[in-house]
């Protein structure tokens, strides 16, 4: 079992930045990663992936504008999130599919106000 928990959302103004953080209760190393966000009313959706070696893919909606980072040493995942639009505003998602079971954090906020 792994529990993976979400920290760095909050209120930032359009154009700023956030780094988002997620830190897994063990090993994710061998384990590919990702973000999803879920705006009010709308379904969840993926903003990137990050493999068990590193490699990255992004939504287009973020490409350009987000980074997905992972430090295996210390079991956690990174979203930074550059140039924020009010259309980012969601609650962010940590996931690893850790094997064949997935697992989701709790989530954080991020409100950018329009």
């Known amino acids: 079992q792994v529990q993976l928990v979400e920290s760095g959302g909050g209120l930032v103004q359009p154009g700023g930045s956030l780094r988002l953080s997620c830190l897994a209760s063990?090993?994710?190393?061998?384990?590919?990663m990702a973000w999803y966000r879920q705006a009010p009313g709308k379904q969840r959706e993926l903003v990137g992936t990050?493999?068990?070696?590193?490699?990255?893919t992004y939504a287009d909606s973020v490409l350009g504008r987000f980074s997905i980072s992972r430090d295996n040493a210390r079991n956690a995942i990174y979203l930074q999130m550059n140039s924020l639009k009010p259309e980012d505003t969601a609650v962010y998602y940590c996931?690893?599919?850790?094997?064949?079971?997935?697992?989701w954090g709790q989530g954080t906020q991020v409100a950018v106000p329009s």
């Open positions: 996931f690893c599919g850790c094997g064949l079971t997935p697992y």
């Open positions: 063990r090993s994710i190393s061998t384990y590919d």
């Open positions: 990050v493999t068990y070696d590193g490699s990255t």
